[in-house]
């Protein structure tokens, strides 16, 4: 699915169905979250492990401009994101 038709399909679905559903598996973000991912050098933000990291939004008023803000996302370890959304 093009990243024009995925954001179109923001605009009727449930803003949560939408992110993790069609957002999180955009071309867009697979390409940002991978050079964040690469640009931290898989370490997390919060405690400093280094391995297997999520890309995290810290607003989400940023989708799609990920590129010019990407000071507002983070990489962090499972354990740390979950904390972060608990």
Not at 6 to 32: D, P, Q, V
Not at 41 to 49: L, R, V
Request: charged share 25%.
């Amino acid at each position: 699915m093009t990243d024009f038709i995925i954001f179109l399909r923001s605009f009727w679905m449930s803003r949560r169905a939408w992110y993790r559903g069609e957002y999180l598996r955009s071309n867009h973000w697979r390409k940002f979250a991978s050079w964040k991912k690469g640009q931290s050098g898989y370490e997390c933000h919060d405690c400093h492990a280094v391995g297997a990291v999520d890309v995290h939004h810290l607003s989400y008023d940023i989708l799609w401009f990920e590129w010019f803000f990407p000071w507002l996302t983070v990489c962090l370890c499972r354990k740390c994101h979950e904390k972060r959304h608990a």
